[in-house]
């Protein structure tokens, strides 16, 4: 028996590969499908199933995929509902995969259909559980997700609170415990670092596991302080559930190096959005006008998901070289299929035609220090609340503004000089572009972010506050 965990930083999401005595199962998988088929072939197996665990919001799932190149048979929980070929499993039906077998546990509560897989081993011992989005390390997944369900949180969550007491809390500590995310995902809110623990670990220490818990209070403390969910999770889950556009052909459409002059006549006759995916740095020094950062270098696709509300925005690409294919690629693990190419050459190949770049104004926080002791600046924090109210500076003019609420820019004023700034300077250079990109002229990014500003002699304060927005 092998068990892998495929881990993606980018989404915190763990796909899982399973393969005993020549067959695989393969679950959750990302949509980029040939790894586990190289994986089995490696294996001389063949892959027999694809378990989804649920109909997932956060990323768009490679089941069709996979099931597409391999024949192999999708697996969900009942009434899952979709709109393509697929088995629901009934509560504790089993599936044999070579000399194992995976139990199908109806767990729900994050989702209607949402179920957890028990692995009974060679020896017929109960070996691991891997449970989706219904238990975390640390925590449980968000009850608020459910696709057209007429229950409201308050109902899912305490469906959540029996499933986790009736299911899962009953099984033996030795179980390993393999959830679908980590720290970083937004499908619950204090996920671990760590991505694989045991069972008899999370009782003890996961506050939604407590033995003495009323079902009520279960309730209270999984709705506490949850934020609202991104935007693009709601398209995600519909086209996890109706099917999507093959990922060769969405490499194929966008995955095309364009001169200056087709680059220029597709932007204006597709009303494309310019995405800059290179360092902020880069970004910082030269970058074409009106084009928007969301660099490769942090949470990338889940942030283009939560800030291009439109999931079939028409997209053109400046990339670092020979990444063109990877920005493609993440982009289309969150549902933005719709890149129609990349500008050969960069940024140096529009520099050297002589058009005009922009570039962003950055200072360090020593700067900043001087100049907000000469006067009161506007100054926007586009760290998360919970960030800020662990520590912000104690300035007038500051401003708590979450970068996930920057489209909301009609709430500022246009005219005004704002200073920027996040934890280490990758968000708040993502806002600055959006609000330049929206009019905004006079913005200045505070290089290093709050790491940096806390060297500086600026005070600081602790606070309960929230965002004013």
Not at 172 to 194: I, Q, R, T
Not at 254 to 261: A, E, H, R
Request: charged residues 25%; neutral net charge; hydrophobic residues 35%.
């Amino acid at each position: 028996m092998k068990i892998e965990q495929i881990y993606t930083s980018c989404l915190s999401q763990g796909a899982y590969y399973i393969e005993s005595n020549g067959e695989v199962a393969i679950i959750d998988p990302l949509r980029e499908t040939q790894q586990y088929v190289d994986k089995a072939t490696a294996d001389n197996a063949t892959i027999k199933f694809i378990f989804e665990t649920h109909i997932h919001a956060d990323f768009v799932s490679g089941h069709v995929d996979l099931a597409k190149k391999t024949g192999a048979t999708i697996v969900y929980g009942p009434n899952a509902n979709t709109l393509f070929d697929c088995y629901n499993a009934s509560d504790n039906e089993e599936f044999k995969i070579g000399n194992i077998t995976l139990k199908a546990l109806h767990t729900p509560g994050h989702t209607l259909e949402s179920v957890t897989y028990l692995l009974i081993d060679e020896k017929g011992k109960n070996h691991a559980i891997f449970t989706g989005d219904t238990l975390f390390l640390g925590d449980v997944g968000r009850p608020d997700l459910a696709i057209k369900s007429d229950l409201s949180e308050k109902d899912l969550a305490g469906i959540l609170f029996k499933s986790l007491r009736t299911k899962i809390m009953n099984l033996d500590d030795s179980l390993f415990v393999y959830p679908a995310h980590g720290a970083g995902s937004a499908c619950g809110k204090n996920l671990s670092k760590e991505t694989i623990g045991t069972l008899g670990d999370q009782k003890r220490s996961n506050y939604a596991l407590r033995s003495d818990m009323t079902k009520e209070e279960f309730i209270k403390e999984l709705l506490d302080g949850i934020s609202e969910p991104p935007q693009y999770f709601s398209k995600n889950a519909k086209l996890n559930q109706s099917g999507y556009t093959e990922l060769d052909k969405v490499l194929k459409n966008g995955n095309i190096p364009l001169s200056l002059n087709e680059f220029d006549t597709t932007a204006k006759t597709k009303k494309a959005l310019i995405l800059d995916v290179r360092t902020q740095k880069d970004y910082i020094e030269s970058h074409i006008p009106g084009s928007i950062f969301i660099g490769l270098n942090g949470s990338f696709a889940p942030w283009a998901g939560t800030l291009i509300s439109n999931i079939k925005q028409p997209l053109l690409l400046v990339v670092p070289e020979g990444r063109s294919e990877e920005a493609i690629t993440r982009l289309a693990r969150v549902g933005y299929d719709n890149t129609l190419g990349y500008l050969n050459g960069g940024i140096n190949t529009w520099i050297k035609s002589g058009r005009k770049y922009d570039q962003l104004t950055s200072i360090s926080p020593f700067e900043f220090e001087k100049r907000s002791k000469q006067k009161t600046l506007s100054v926007l924090d586009v760290r998360k609340e919970g960030e800020y109210d662990t520590m912000h500076l104690m300035l007038d003019g500051l401003q708590n503004f979450p970068l996930n609420q920057i489209n909301r820019f009609t709430q500022l004023d246009a005219q005004k000089t704002y200073y920027i700034h996040c934890a280490g300077g990758y968000r708040s250079v993502i806002a600055a572009s959006i609000l330049k990109s929206n009019g905004f002229l006079n913005i200045i990014d505070i290089a290093g972010g709050f790491a940096a500003i806390k060297k500086t002699n600026l005070n600081l304060t602790e606070s309960t506050c929230h965002s004013n927005l």
